[in-house]
């Protein structure tokens, strides 16, 4: 596709890690990447100017509830998104499919699409494929997603195949739908758990020859092993020449384990909201900000981080503005949380081009702890309590 | 006081107005001067980095505050209240006498001090003129200000006349228990709404030479003609050569007003307070940008405003991101109403140096709405439905 395309750098990784570059109408973006969420033209707490500042080069915004406020014709006639909120950057939209699947109320689904009533107001609406583009490219994002269904994880063979059936034709109507040349149209792999159907999917899309190939709806409440075992058998059939997307992935380890089996592209909101409550991302897992040991701590949360929050803030201060609630905090927290997913996938990338990339990976997951000591206790805690234990607490 | 004095730049005003410096440890500050409200160490949403941007150069902090979360020590620890906040500019503290007589529950008085539960954990403290002192040395602003009482606004002229007696005696005690001097300390002048009593309280605090005079206990309920009279008396019988200082005003009419009768300083938490609350100063008054006329509207909130939000950002993205409850609503509404305080006493400065004040006020005044249409409408809904009339609103 003109002026958006994707090149591999490096063409014989020993693993499945590769390197790359999407190359879009707002600039190159180096894979793999990892994509903030702004679901309401905003990365919650910053600015665009912010966002580009932390060096992020991309950003995911919800086609859903833009169209549900201020409406898509609203930010059509402001000069489309990247005006509109400020960002000259690359933006990824999706279909709104996930969010009316998993926010809206109500909604009942067709082979003609989906009806669903807003979480806003209740307001009833119909949304099809075609409508899907029609509002993407209103919005006009670098990268669409076409319009899919996700089937429960806990679905039977056949209602997952029967979601899987229907997001091939719906794929197949989006990009007949697609007016506009300068939007490259990701499809949507789906399948479940089951390794025949990802299969299937894999192989109706590719023929199709998208722009670039999700991996839909392995987020939903499986077991991670599961998840990853159905991502990387899933992306070694997908085309190598095309970028991959694992949606809605995720924490720190994960994003390292996923780029191991060959993904480029991540979004996740995760970093953002775990930081609006108080827990910070640093190479030796999360902190959790509010913990009463950092009331007077006068170094930044990493010294090593060259972001604005570590630059100029110490930890004793994001103490106290979260103590406080005051909205400073959040912020703060933001940007050092985003700065700390762009560092990791920079170095990742880094990595993989010196070829160093499984001691990288090794290295990360053996210092990096998912979850803080605060939370590992509160989780045992928890555990004990739930079996009337809890005064053996103090003898471990 | 070495190092932190006042200047007053014209000699023979033809009004009350003046144009003067602050001279102090952390910058010369123009006055008069609009002073954003930090009371927990930060103006709310916003990085010192961006108060000093907007070209503010003094905030206040409250000392209530901060003795409660993170407490002093912790603030003096780190070395202080513009290292602990990221602020190289002015401080001004309050002593913390009017947050505990306003948030502070089951508070007595006696001539020691103040006992006082915490609102925040409702922990017993207590605190003295000498303690207020030693906070604010903690703390480390420029300019500090003396433990006061501020009586009940309907109180009588005898439970008034104590209120400023005791006020008079604490004035002393902290004159006597200050250490450091770097700090100017200001005294408060007291007295109510009893003109003999304001006189009483001038005479007495002049004598004793602060570097600056507050007037305290103006803004708790009175009619705005009442109060404006009884400043106006007030800061004619001030020391010229000694800053004037009006506590917790506010408002730009009010400010414009206030500075025509000799103020000098001015703080107050309405602009950024109304600014959360989605109103916005221009020149010709309050918006109210959740008003759905806002919607689509490509234009900044004032095209002639330079600030941040101005530059960046349309009223219809403002309106979009409070509507949607977006944290980053609250601070580009921050951003602009303070750059607007500060716009306002920078052209009311200029023009006392051009001898044009009268007509700047003049013309001000004569543009500027304090209250916005909608919340007209909005009022005269609640009078017309007070009177069971609401159905004669249509018809006006």
Known sequence: MFNNSFRLLQKDASGGE?????????GVVPTPVFCPVGSQATVKTLTAEEVAGIGLKMLLANTYHLYLRP?????EGLGGLHKFMGWAKAILTDSGGYQIFSLAPLCQISDEGVAFRSH?????HFITPELAIQYQEGLGADIIMVL???????GSFEKVREAMLRTHRWAERCRRAQKRTDQALYAIVQG????ELRCQSVEYLAALEFAGYAIGGVSLG??????????????????????????????????VNA?????????????TRVARNGALFTWQGRRNITNSTYKKMAEPVDPGCGCYTCRNYSVAYLHHLFTCRELLAYRLATIHNLAFMNDLVTKARNAIVAGSFASFRRDFLASYQPTDEQTRLSQKQKWLQSRSLSSQLTED
Chains 1, 2 share one sequence.
């Not at 409406?71 to 930010?75: D, L």
């Not at 899919?148 to 806990?154: F, I, N, R």
């Not at 159905?230 to 095309?242: I, N």
């Open 18 to 26: 590769r390197a790359g570059e999407l190359v879009t109408p707002h």
């Open 71 to 75: 409406g898509i014709p609203v930010i």
């Open 120 to 124: 806003v107001d209740g307001s009833q």
């Open 148 to 154: 899919d269904e996700c089937p429960s994880h806990d």
């Open 192 to 195: 479940g758990l089951f390794p």
């Open 222 to 255: 499986e077991p991670k092993e599961v998840t990853m075992a159905v991502v990387g058998e899933t992306a070694a059939l997908l085309p190598r020449d095309k970028p991959r997307y694992l949606m809605g992935v995720g924490s720190p380890d994960d994003i």
């Open 259 to 271: 780029i191991a089996l060959g993904i480029d592209v991540f979004d996740s909101a995760l970093p």
